[in-house]
């Protein structure tokens, strides 16, 4: 503080003391909120590049395996053993298991008859299957754990089938064979060693809650268990024609109708088939298509629910986003007014035009082609101006320019401007669209697009 003499006393000001270090802090500073500011502010134009692709839609439903199937039950009492292999092709006559009033057949087996080896057939089955169910495990199904486990005893069976039969002398011998009923198969059929109450099942006595596994309860029939007389002791599909039902909505169910046959992408094994397409509605409003074919029925035999996906579109070509495509319009002249000429020779018309003097003469006006028909030229309207006349080339025939067409294309960004490229559009779901590749003004692999087409207007440069 500095005191004069009338006693005031005035405070002392510093000098404003600037270093380096505050002054490179205020430039940065400002630096960067003018960037924000600016990337805020200017538009954001976003490339593409097209590649070739295909289009994948939600078409994957759960059906309903229905199949032509007997019941066979019991005739008497007794230990069941099965020598035929679930899943497999037996004749009329053909031996399906044993009924043993004693239970002392299976322990003979084990106790007396010589072992058997598998085959490299025996093997590679076995391995498929393996495969199959680790492909196919859903943790929230684990009861196909066991289904996978009979499948790979059926193999065992197999086995003991030929075994049965090879010492057939000898269980005679052993005093036990009185015991033994042995059963054959009424029809030829594929065998099957589970029920599920759906045997009888049609497409109209299905509902909505027959779709939910979770009140789904199967039975497995398992060798060497005591039944009574009556029980199912097996079942015979004896129809190689079969069906998958799948609940959908009409308007796809019309969809599949129209199509009359539909191809189908097995998931679990990603076969495909063909299927025949039959619709029905239930009382409760829900509306079942219902899928037919004429093979694949013995491999999926054990199967009630089976996951399928519906191929309905098989179109590959380039794949863009919806977001990319833009509706332009542009003139359309008769292709006799279209000629070449200028100093690089392109594409252009004869524009009638007016001196000061107000004599007529002609000038070449350069123009692009964007499509054409086997008549007409669609032209990029900026250079022209509908009521322009052009002039027919070595004629002095006019044509009033007014006829206007539009054309869906997206904007093309390979010389660094928005360039409109016709597409022919293919297939198209929700995102993506499927167009013609290599078209003479359309687009082609791995050119740049604009993502946003509402981003840009025609001939604006990209990268200043």
Not at 265 to 290: A, C, H, M, R
Not at 342 to 350: I, R
Request: proline share 2%; aromatic share 12%; glycine share 6%.
């Amino acid at each position: 503080m500095e005191q004069k003499g009338n006693n005031k006393i005035v405070k002392y000001r510093k000098p404003l003391n600037l270093n380096i270090g505050m002054i490179i802090f205020a430039v940065i500073f400002i630096y960067i909120t003018i960037c924000v500011f600016m990337y805020f502010t200017q538009k954001h134009i976003e490339g593409h590049q097209v590649k070739m692709g295909s289009l994948s839609t939600n078409n994957i439903y759960k059906g309903i395996a229905l199949r032509d199937e007997e019941i066979i039950n019991a005739g008497q009492a007794g230990y069941v053993n099965y020598y035929a292999r679930e899943g497999e092709r037996v004749g009329v006559g053909n031996l399906v298991y044993t009924l043993d009033e004693s239970g002392k057949l299976a322990e003979y087996l084990n106790s007396e008859v010589s072992g058997s080896t598998l085959t490299t057939k025996d093997l590679s089955e076995l391995k498929t299957e393996i495969l199959g169910f680790v492909n196919t495990f859903d943790t929230d199904h684990f009861s196909t754990v066991y289904d996978f486990k009979y499948n790979v005893q059926g193999t065992v069976l197999k086995l003991a089938n030929a075994n049965l039969l090879e010492n057939i002398e000898t269980i005679n011998k052993s005093g036990i064979s009185d015991l033994i009923s042995f059963c054959n198969a009424p029809d030829s059929g594929i065998v099957i060693y589970s029920v599920d109450g759906y045997e009888d099942l049609t497409l109209e006595q299905i509902t909505a809650e027959q779709f939910d596994q979770k009140n789904y309860e199967k039975k497995q029939l398992i060798s060497n268990e005591l039944i009574a007389a009556g029980d199912p002791v097996y079942k015979l599909s004896t129809n190689e024609d079969w069906s998958i039902v799948i609940m959908t909505d009409q308007e796809k169910a019309t969809e599949l109708l129209e199509a009359e046959y539909v191809k189908v992408k097995f998931l679990k094994n990603q076969e495909i088939s063909w299927g025949k397409v039959e619709s029905y509605t239930n009382p409760e409003g829900d509306t079942l298509v219902k899928l037919t074919f004429t093979n694949s029925m013995i491999t999926f035999c054990t199967d009630r629910f089976i996951d399928i996906e519906l191929i309905l579109e098989d179109e590959v070509g380039l794949k863009i986003p919806n977001s990319s495509i833009v509706e332009k319009e542009f003139f359309i002249v008769p292709k006799e007014y279209v000629t070449q000429g200028g100093n690089s020779n392109s594409f252009g018309v004869m524009k009638e035009t007016y001196l000061e003097d107000g004599t007529a003469t002609t000038e070449f006006i350069e123009t692009t082609i964007y499509n054409e028909t086997e008549t007409e030229y669609y032209l990029d309207d900026m250079v022209l101006r509908i009521g322009d006349y052009i002039i027919k080339p070595e004629s002095t025939e006019k044509y009033a320019i007014s006829k206007r067409g539009s054309l869906t294309g997206v904007y093309n960004i390979n010389k660094g401007y928005a360039d409109f490229k016709q597409i022919n559009i293919l297939y198209q779901n929700d995102e993506y669209s499927i167009v013609k590749s290599n078209t003479q003004y359309g687009l082609t692999v791995y050119d740049y697009i604009v993502l946003d087409a509402s981003t840009v207007v025609d001939d604006e440069f990209i990268y200043n």
